[in-house]
């Protein structure tokens, strides 16, 4: 920490004291592709995340500064023009976040002083973007005292990543990271956004992330192409249903009715919508029964729907599950997030975890020429302010 506000004032010059906040990275447990279907998504916040430390100016300039980019160096913008810059690079998720605020009649007057520090590994699908804005939007909700309603601050957020970047993500990632609460997991109806936290109480199990360190950006992803053949099977559907997303379909239903689906691609992203949302309702069920079993067996069910249905997964991932399934004691693994790269979790005995680094690692440097990194999740608290003497 004392090397963040020592980078602090250096590049910003000063000598004042910054105030600290911290917003988590996510992994989702269960419910892939199925936010911006309407149904539920089952993720928990990491440790890992953004740390950003900041001051008002009592001028109109922002400055911003990433540790993890220090070749962009410090960008500068003012409030007057707060319009996506493409060399602005990484500080359009702070800006995209302070115009959004502005656009919702918050009233910011002046500008400050940003640095950024995070420990999400980029590109993983961990949400380091959702992170970035959540990390802003309380920073300037403490610097500025704006009172923002924390589920309007993860719906701008979104508005971020929709309006301003151009990903059409869905709730997950921001409602996970602005509302998560330490060793547990948000049950969130991606329709209503009614959500229940669930503890994560895993007995002898530990959840493993697996970077494939494959990166890749939503961006340049087919993730708005999922998306768009997920909204045509919705229209088919409606020619004879009333319904509005695909999230109010059981599996059932579907099998009934998903004739009405013309094309055949858009009829298997379909089935993954609704099947992956009847799966984590029952994920849910399971774990609160303490069937770590059960609830293992549909995260892997929901790896292979992800892999043949919905078609995001990918060589790598596709190596990293594998080998984790053939592990002893594992209970599930599954991609998680967007995939496409990115991203895997597997829940592991607390006990064979160096095994499981072992052999699984080997495999995949033995099948791509390079390796995956391996850690032990800790689920951490949502975004929030973590000035030493403030709290
Ligand atoms: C990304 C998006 C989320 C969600 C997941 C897939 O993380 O940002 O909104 O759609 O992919 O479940």
Not at 17 to 24: I, K
Not at 28 to 53: C, M, Q, R
Not at 202 to 218: C, E, F, G, S, V
């Amino acid at each position: 920490m004392n090397n963040l506000i020592n980078t602090f004032q250096n590049v910003f010059n000063c000598t004042e004291e910054p105030r600290t906040f911290f917003a988590p990275g996510r992994i989702n447990l269960i419910g892939e592709h199925t936010d911006y279907n309407g149904g539920h998504v089952f993720p928990t916040s990491i440790s890992f995340g953004t740390y950003a430390l900041g001051k008002r100016r009592t001028d109109t300039r922002f400055r911003f500064y990433s540790m993890n980019f220090p070749e962009t160096g410090v960008v500068e913008c003012d409030l007057s023009d707060l319009r996506f810059n493409d060399t602005h690079d990484w500080a359009n998720y702070p800006k995209g976040m302070i115009h959004h605020l502005i656009k919702a009649g918050y009233s910011l007057k002046h500008g400050a002083d940003i640095l950024y520090y995070g420990d999400i590994p980029n590109g993983a699908g961990l949400s380091s973007s959702a992170s970035i804005e959540m990390a802003t939007g309380v920073l300037l909700e403490y610097l500025f005292e704006l009172n923002i309603d924390r589920i309007e601050m993860i719906k701008l957020g979104q508005k971020v990543e929709n309006d301003y970047i151009g990903v059409n993500s869905g709730i997950m990632d921001q409602f996970a990271i602005g509302m998560g609460k330490r060793n547990h997991a948000i049950l969130l109806n991606c329709q209503t956004l009614d959500y229940n936290y669930a503890p994560i109480e895993l007995q002898d199990h530990a959840i493993m992330i697996i970077n494939t360190n494959k990166q890749r950006t939503l961006a340049g992803s087919q993730y708005n192409e999922r998306r768009q053949q997920c909204e045509e099977a919705l229209t088919d559907l409606k020619s004879e249903l009333s319904i509005n997303s695909l999230g109010d379909l059981t599996t059932e239903q579907f099998e009934q009715y998903k004739h009405l689906i013309q094309n055949d691609i858009n009829r298997k992203r379909a089935k993954h919508a609704v099947a992956e949302n009847s799966r984590t309702l029952e994920a849910l069920n399971k774990l609160q029964n303490g069937d770590l079993e059960g609830f293992g067996q549909l995260i892997n069910a929901s790896h292979q729907s992800l892999r043949h249905d919905y078609e995001v997964t990918g060589a790598e991932l596709d190596t990293v599950v594998e080998a984790a399934w053939k592990q002893e004691g594992v209970i599930g693994a599954r991609m998680t997030g967007a995939g496409f790269g990115g991203c895997a979790i597997a829940i592991v005995p607390k006990s064979k975890i160096d095994d499981f680094k072992d052999n699984v690692g080997q495999i995949y440097q033995h099948q791509f020429g390079y390796s995956a990194t391996f850690y032990t999740a800790t689920l951490g608290d949502g975004a929030k302010e973590i000035t030493e003497g403030a709290l």
